[in-house]
C-alpha cells in the first residue's frame, strides 16, 4: 500500500527538525542513514494508523513544542540509598561531571557517540538493530526516526553477574527541551544487571533502549515516569532474548500529559522469560499509553504482561498488547492482563489486546477489565473509621499493587508503593 | 445509649420498605439481643445503623447518646464510638489487616482529637487483643479477610472491636458459621469489654451464644417492626416454638 504524502511530508520534516548527530564512524552514518530510510518507507505517525487510533501522536510529532515547566530535581533517595552507578542527562545530555565514574566490575559503559564514532564496536550489532528488528509487522516510525537522529545515550556492555545497579537520572532544565535518548544494553552470556531510570528527560522526548541479552542472562529495568508536569514522552524498549534469558521490566508513571511505552520482546531461543509491567496513574489531561508486542520464536518460553492504570477527572488509557506464537515455539506460556480502575465516570480505559498463535501446544491467555471502586470494601473500611480519602487510595494502591508485585526486589518495590502513597496524598 | 423511634426505612433504588417502625432502646451497660426470620430487616437495621449507602430513612429516627447518626457519615460513627462486626465481612485484596487497622484506629482517634498510637504500641496492642483470639500473625499479615475462613472472618470482627474499642457494638450473627470453641472464644470477647458505659446489640438466630452472654433483653423483629419484646426467656420461647406466633401476627 503507497504510503500517503502528509506521513511522508511529516516524517521529512521530522529529520529536518533535529540537528545532525555529528560525524560518527561509518558503520553509524549508514545505521543512521538505514533509519532515516526505514522512517521515510513507512512514514511519520499519523491517528489514522491502526496502533495509532487511541493515542494522537500529533502532539509528539508537531513542530511546535508545548513547553513544560522544569520540576525541582528528584530526591535522589528514590532508589534508596543503594549503591549505584548514577549517570545524569541534563535535557538529555550526558553531565559527566554530575555523573559516576563510568566503571563497574563486570561492565563498562560509554558514552553512546563514542561508541558510535568508534570504527570496530560491538555497538555496530546492535544500534538500530532490534529497533529495526521491531518494525515488523508493526511500524514504530518515533523508533526509526530515534535511530537516525540520536546523538545522545550510553552504551553498556555487560560481561558478569552485576550486583551494583546503573541509575539513569534524567533532569530537566529547559522549559522547552525537545529529547532523543538512545541506549544500548549488550549482556553477555550469563551477565546479569540492573537499570534503574527516574525523571523526565525533556518537555517532550523520545527514548529507545535496545537489549540484547545472551544466553542465560538477566535484565531489571525499574523506571519512574514524570510527575505533575506538561511532559510528552514516547519510549521504545527493544529487547533480544537468547535461551535461558531472563528479561523483567517494570513501570511506574504518575501523570505528565501524554506518555507512550512501546515494549518489543523477541524470544530467539528456548526457555528464556519476559514480564513487562506497568502502573499508571494520572489525573485530569493525564493519557497514558502501553503497547507491547511479544514475539516468541523459541520453545518453552514465558511472557507475562501485567498494566494496571488508575485514571480519574478525565484521564484516559490504553492498553495495545500482542503476544504473536510463531510457528515452532511450543509449550509458549503467554499471559497478558490489563486493568483500570475509574474513579470517575470522566475517565476511560481503551484495550486492545491480541493473541496470534500458530503453534499447537501453547497456554495463552488475556484479560482486560475497567471497574470502579468497590463500594463494599468502601463501606467496610469507612464503617471501621478510616476516612473516606485514605479508604480510597488504600483502595487504589492495594490495586496498582499487583502490578507493583512484579518488581522482584522488594526494597524497590517498596520505593515504588511510598512513592505512589505521596503521589497520591498530595493530589487530595 | 442508642435510642431508636419509629425508624421506617425503604430501599433507595426500588419501592420496597424494609423497616417499618422499629423502637428499640438500648441503655448503657446492657446486652441487648434480636432474634427474628430471616429477611425480617435485622441486617438492615444494623447497615442503616452504621451508614451505608442505598437505604432511605422515610420516618423516625436514631441517636447515639443523644446525637443523630442518621446525619453522620459512616467514619464519624466509627469515630462517635459506633462499631458493627458484619454478617459478612468484606474481602479486601492487596490492603493489609495491620494496615488497615492501624489506619483505621488512628483515624478515629484523630477524629476525635486523640493522638495517634505509635507503631510500637499499635504492634503491641493488636498482638495482645489477637492471642486472646487465637489469631495468628499469618492471618494479621494477610489481605483483609482475604482466604480467611467463615469463622475466621468473624474472630476478626471481634479482633477489630476489641482493638478498636467502641461504644455501641452491633453484633450482626457473629455466631454464626463458628465452632464450639470460636463461639467461646467471641462470647470472652465480648464479655471482656462488658462495662458500664458499653452497650451491645447481639443480632442472632440461635439461643446458643446467649447461653455465653447473657442478655438483658431480648427483642424479636418480624416484618421490619420488633414484634416482642422480653427477657432471656424469650429466646428460649423461640428455640421452642419458632417464629410462627409473630409471623402470625404479621399476616
Ligand atoms: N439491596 C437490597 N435489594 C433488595 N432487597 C433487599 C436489599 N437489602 C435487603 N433486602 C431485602 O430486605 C429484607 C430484609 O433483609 P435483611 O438482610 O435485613 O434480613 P435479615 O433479617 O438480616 O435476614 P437474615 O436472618 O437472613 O440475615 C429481605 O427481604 C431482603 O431480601
Ligand atoms: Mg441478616
Sequence with gaps: MAVAQPKIDLAESLLSRHAAPGPGARWAQEARAAAAARLRAMGAPVRRDEYWKYTDPARLTAAELAPAAPLEPEKEALYGDRAQLKLVFVDGVLDADASDALALDGLTVEPLARALATDIHWARDLYGVLEARGQDPVPRPLAALNTAVAGQGVAIRVSARVATPVTIVNRQRAADSDVVLHHLILLEDGAEMTLLEAGPAGARYNTCLEVDLGRGAQFHHVRTQGRDNERHAITHSFARLAAEASFKAFTLTVNGVLTRNESVIEFTGDDAKAHVAGAAAGDGRFHHDDTVFVTHDGVNCESRQVFKKVLRNGALGVFQGKILVRPGAQQTDGYQISQALLLDEDSQFLAKPELEIYADDVACSHGSTVGAIDEDAMFYLTSRGVSKPDAQDMLVLAFLDEAIQEIEDDALADGMRERLAGWLARRR | ?251
Design chain 2, 1 to 251: 445509649m442508642l435510642d431508636i423511634k419509629n425508624l421506617h426505612v425503604k430501599l433507595e433504588e426500588e419501592d420496597k420498605q424494609i423497616l417499618k417502625g422499629v423502637d428499640l432502646h438500648v441503655p448503657a451497660g446492657s446486652v441487648h439481643a434480636i432474634m427474628g426470620p430471616n429477611g425480617s430487616g435485622k441486617s438492615t437495621l444494623s447497615y442503616v445503623l452504621a451508614g451505608r449507602d442505598g437505604y432511605e430513612v422515610t420516618e423516625g429516627e436514631a441517636t447515639l447518646d443523644g446525637a443523630d447518626l442518621l446525619q453522620l457519615e459512616p467514619e464519624e460513627r466509627a469515630a462517635a464510638g459506633l462499631f458493627l462486626a458484619f454478617q459478612y465481612p468484606v474481602e479486601i485484596p492487596g490492603v493489609g489487616n495491620m494496615t488497615f487497622l492501624r489506619t483505621a484506629l488512628n483515624g478515629q482517634r484523630k477524629a476525635r482529637g486523640e493522638p495517634e498510637v505509635n507503631s510500637a504500641d499499635f504492634l503491641k496492642l493488636v498482638r495482645e487483643k489477637a492471642a486472646t483470639l487465637k489469631i495468628t500473625n499469618d492471618m494479621l499479615k494477610r489481605p483483609v479477610n482475604m482466604g480467611f475462613s467463615g469463622g475466621e472472618k468473624k474472630r476478626n470482627e471481634i479482633l477489630q472491636m476489641a482493638v478498636l474499642e467502641p461504644r455501641m457494638c452491633i453484633l450482626d450473627e457473629t455466631d454464626s458459621g463458628l465452632d464450639v470453641d470460636a463461639m467461646k472464644l467471641v462470647a470472652e470477647g465480648v464479655n471482656a469489654l462488658r462495662d458500664e458505659g458499653r452497650a451491645f446489640l447481639l443480632i442472632t438466630h440461635y439461643q446458643r451464644l446467649l447461653d455465653h452472654i447473657q442478655p438483658d433483653a431480648v427483642h424479636i423483629m418480624a416484618d421490619g417492626r420488633i414484634a416482642k419484646s422480653g427477657g432471656p426467656e424469650l429466646a428460649l420461647e423461640v428455640e421452642k416454638n419458632g417464629y410462627a406466633e409473630f409471623e402470625g401476627e404479621v399476616a
